[in-house]
């Protein structure tokens, strides 16, 4: 079992930047692959970023290449989301989640554990 908890959330402007961090508990959290997603209200959930269990494979979802950035600290047990240049469309409730193998895919079927999610809001 993986305990998964979100911080770092809140209320920024747009062309602001936040960092989500996701700290875990329990089982070795080296082994998991990790990832983010977000959901806004009345919409699907939506791949965010991706990471490897080693940290090496990265991948982003095309609506925020380029401005977020994911990364994880293994003997922490932290994975983190460095949001830069924030528009209002990236309004949502992030969710930090574990993948039962090495580097889950894009799809949130992928992924066992899941945190509570953290509010993020941008404002215009």
């Known amino acids: 079992q993986v305990q998964l908890i979100e911080s770092g959330g809140g209320l920024v402007q747009a062309g602001g930047s936040l960092r989500l961090s996701c700290a875990a508990s329990?089982?070795?959290?080296?082994?998991?692959?990790m990832a983010w997603f977000r959901q806004a209200p009345g919409k699907e959930r939506e791949f965010v970023a991706r990471?490897?269990?080693?940290?090496?494979?990265?991948d982003y979802g095309d609506s925020v290449k380029g401005r977020f950035a994911i990364s994880r600290n293994n003997p922490k047990n932290t994975v983190y989301l460095q949001m830069n240049n924030l528009k209002p469309e990236d309004t949502a409730a992030y969710y930090c989640?574990?993948?039962?193998?090495?580097?889950?895919?894009?799809?949130?079927?992928?992924?066992?554990?899941w945190g509570q999610g953290t509010q993020v809001t941008v404002s215009s």
């Open positions: 989640a574990a993948a039962g193998l090495w580097y889950g895919s894009t799809r949130y079927s992928d992924y066992v554990y």
């Open positions: 329990g089982r070795t959290f080296s082994g998991y692959g």
């Open positions: 990471i490897s269990s080693g940290g090496a494979n990265l």
